[in-house]
């Protein structure tokens, strides 16, 4: 937060300097600049999802071995998550579930399949609002520690990583979340599968798009300012990891691949 006042006044007093010491036009051209530079950085932040200027965040792990990690989104969902669970189960490979909590609350054994069979769950916000990302610290605390705590009484762990909702993030999250010594985990690729029925895109996607290292990201969940139907994410699923396989790479649980700690 420190740093978006900072950038605020600072492009304020280039933009106030510029028409209070250069003669116009060129001074409303200056200022313009100044404030269209501010924005820019301030914007550059929120946007871009594996930016660490607001909040810090990892995306891909270091080295170029062949190894991904694949991740689900929006969960635990009663009619999706189960067959992307049945599919990981056979194929022997492990994922991240980014939850979110009001579902871990309607979904509560759910959760703890995903935890029993070895996956990795982590923070998807309480709500997934559509406007979460203009919260400011009261709003993000709620939704950050109300998820952390669905997900604690289901499973029985408490998580270090957060995945903001859209991918998008403000300043005041950076705040929160180092507060709480929380990561938030961005993507290297993602299938677009929110807002897909289409298998064999989604599949190319992934398979094409994966690199050395990289997380990738899917959905589990349904509804949540996508689509209603998430089958084609779960019939893409074995395809996408026997395409991954036959380009030579190995599947890792999230926390392995960016070697870091997935609780609390
Ligand atoms: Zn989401």
Redesign the pocket.
């Known amino acids: 937060m420190i740093k978006s006042v900072f950038i605020k006044l600072a492009t304020l007093a280039a933009a106030a300097a510029a028409l209070v010491l250069v003669p116009p036009p060129l001074s409303w051209v200056l200022a313009a600049a100044a404030l269209a530079l501010g924005l820019g950085v301030i914007a550059w932040g929120v946007f871009n999802v594996n930016s660490s200027f607001w909040a810090q965040t990892l995306w891909r792990g270091a080295g170029d071995e062949k190894r991904v990690a694949l991740t689900f ?2 969960g635990p969902d009663a009619k999706f998550t189960p067959g992307v669970l049945r599919v990981l189960q056979e194929k022997g490979v492990p994922a991240a579930f980014f939850c979110v909590g009001k579902r871990v609350e309607q979904n509560p054994e759910l959760a703890r399949q995903i935890h029993d069979q070895g996956h990795l769950i982590g923070n ?1 916000s309480f709500h ?1 609002g559509m406007w979460i990302n203009f919260g400011l610290h009261t709003t993000l605390r709620q939704e950050i520690d109300a998820c952390n705590a669905a997900i604690e009484k289901a499973a029985g762990v408490k998580p270090n990583l957060y995945r903001p ?2 991918g998008f993030k403000n300043p005041a999250l950076g705040d929160v979340l180092s507060d709480r010594q929380m990561l938030v985990i961005g993507w290297q690729v993602r299938g677009f599968d ?1 807002v897909s029925n289409d298998a064999a895109r989604i599949t190319t996607r992934i398979v094409d798009g994966a690199r050395p290292g990289g997380v990738i990201t899917l ?1 589990d969940g349904a509804g ?1 300012q996508g689509t209603d139907d998430r089958s084609a994410t779960v019939d893409a699923l074995a395809v996408i990891i026997d395409g991954l396989r036959a380009r030579g790479f190995k599947f890792v649980r999230l926390d392995d691949l960016l070697a870091i700690k997935a609780y609390s």
């Open positions: 989104d929006d998807h997934h909702p859209h929110a959905h949540l």
